[in-house]
């Protein structure tokens, strides 16, 4: 009957292999650093790789003291010394590390860096030419793989912040062979299909992993793009060359998304603000014009034509009245004189001195008789008394009158 054998009679059987090849108990690799992290216990993850092959590695912080004299990054070429065994509960091999000693540096940064240098002369860096995001949004056009935790992040982020912003996917490749092409076809089909904002980008991962953002094919079509790009590959430290092309950069694809669409309620929140402070400048204005109408009112009243004509009235009926009082008083100054005329004339007319006796003549026409010449014989002629008239006629003389 066959034996069976159980997952970690297995593993550690593998690893009793491993350690007891003496080959493997003391080795040294040379290799390119790859996926580098220092973790909080003091420990360092790591990959050794050449163009065909990787392999992972540790080394314990208490070998650092010893057996690094320098900061360990990705794209160093180093010489590890130390033992490859298995790791058991995850029936993996790797390389724990006692020594690291610098080799150079390694050909993806050297790439890296060549490109970098060339883009940048090219002019593909100039903060001149990089286009602003527009504040408010309507598409956006997101080129990244279609399932992973960038396009989940992208529209839990989205949906939060501003619902009615429409996101549409690109789905491209993004780590591996074909993944820079991929990439620049979904910026140039964005490009050409009327969004506001193109997102590129992807998860973390090592200088391999994100290797398709340092390509030129995926910088020319950055570069060309008409629409404003955000790059968010999804690492705080290292910049990839897309990075440094596209018109914003952020640390990972929800920073991205952050960036590009607006937070609606922020805005609403805003706008409520400014409509209270355009409110209140309306209402100060009518006050402050409601004012100055009243006062031009009241200057235009001044100077209508009405209100001198009004004032001219005023003045004429003022004048008037001074004239009426001062007719009143000549008139009365007047009648008083005139009273003391008549008076006078009374006392000396003709009336007033038959009254006081005498007699006025005149003949029976009318004329007055002024001298005892006008008076003829036998021709009578009217004597006017106070109260009344008589007629009387001159006697002729007799011969005893004669005498006389």
């Keep these: 009957m066959k034996r069976v054998f159980t997952v970690s009679q297995i593993n550690a059987y593998i690893r009793r292999v491993f350690d007891g090849d003496y080959a493997l108990r003391n080795i040294e690799i040379k290799g390119e650093v790859s996926n580098c992290k220092y973790h909080s216990s003091g420990h360092i993850y790591f990959s050794l790789k050449d163009a065909h092959s990787a392999i992972r590695c540790i080394m314990f912080s208490s070998d650092r003291a010893a057996g690094l004299s320098f900061r360990l990054e990705n794209g160093q070429q180093v010489t590890v010394s130390g033992r490859i065994t298995v790791f058991e509960r995850d029936g993996s091999y790797q390389l724990y590390a006692r020594k690291?000693?610098?080799?150079?540096?390694?050909?993806?940064?050297?790439?890296?860096?060549?490109?970098?240098?060339?883009?940048?002369?090219?002019?593909?860096?100039?903060?001149?030419?990089?286009?602003?995001?527009?504040?408010y949004p309507e598409r956006i056009g997101i080129v990244t793989a279609l399932t992973g935790a960038a396009?989940?992040?992208?529209t839990s982020i989205a949906?939060?912040?501003?619902?009615?912003?429409?996101?549409?996917?690109?789905?491209?490749?993004?780590?591996?062979?074909?993944?820079?092409?991929?990439?620049?076809?979904?910026?140039r089909y964005f490009d050409s299909h009327d969004v506001d904002i193109i997102i590129i980008g992807?998860?973390?991962g090592s200088m391999e992993d994100l290797w398709a953002f340092n390509e030129r094919e995926l910088a020319d079509a950055i570069f060309q793009a008409r629409t404003p790009v955000i790059s968010g590959t999804g690492h705080e430290i290292d910049m990839?060359?897309?990075?440094?092309?596209?018109?914003?950069?952020?640390?990972?694809?929800?920073?991205?998304?952050?960036?590009?669409?607006?937070?609606?309620?922020?805005?609403?929140?805003?706008?409520?603000g400014y409509r209270s402070m355009l409110d209140q400048a309306i209402k100060e204005k009518l006050a402050h014009y409601r004012?100055?109408?009243?006062?031009?009112?009241?200057?235009?009243?001044?100077?209508?034509?009405?209100?001198?004509?009004?004032?001219?009235?005023?003045?004429?009926?003022e004048i008037r009245g001074k004239l009426d009082h001062l007719m009143d008083q000549k008139l009365t100054d007047r009648k008083h004189r005139l009273a003391l005329l008549a008076?006078?004339?009374?006392a000396a007319s003709p009336a007033e001195r038959l009254k006081g006796g005498f007699v006025f003549a005149r003949d029976t026409g009318g004329q007055p008789i002024s001298s005892v010449t006008q008076v003829e014989p036998d021709r009578p002629f009217v004597l006017v008394f106070a109260d009344g008239e008589v007629t009387v006629m001159k006697?002729?003389?007799g011969p005893e009158e004669s005498q006389r």
Excluded: W
């Excluded at 952050?258 to 929140?269: F, G, R, T």
């Excluded at 009241?298 to 001219?312: N, V």
């Design 100 to 135: 690291i000693s610098s080799a150079g540096i390694g050909e993806l940064y050297i790439l890296y860096e060549k490109l970098k240098q060339e883009l940048y002369e090219a002019g593909y860096f100039d903060f001149e030419r990089k286009k602003e995001l527009p504040p």
């Design 151 to 154: 396009i989940q992040d992208i």
């Design 159 to 187: 949906r939060r912040r501003n619902p009615y912003v429409q996101l549409i996917l690109y789905p491209a490749r993004v780590q591996g062979e074909g993944a820079a092409a991929s990439i620049a076809r979904g910026i």
């Design 202 to 204: 992807r998860g973390g």
């Design 240 to 272: 990839t060359i897309a990075d440094y092309c596209a018109d914003v950069r952020a640390a990972t694809p929800s920073a991205a998304c952050e960036m590009a669409i607006p937070d609606i309620y922020s805005v609403l929140q805003q706008m409520a």
């Design 291 to 317: 004012r100055l109408y009243e006062v031009n009112r009241g200057l235009l009243a001044a100077k209508h034509p009405g209100t001198a004509l009004f004032r001219q009235q005023m003045r004429c009926r």
């Design 343 to 346: 008076e006078k004339l009374s």
């Design 395 to 397: 006697v002729p003389e």
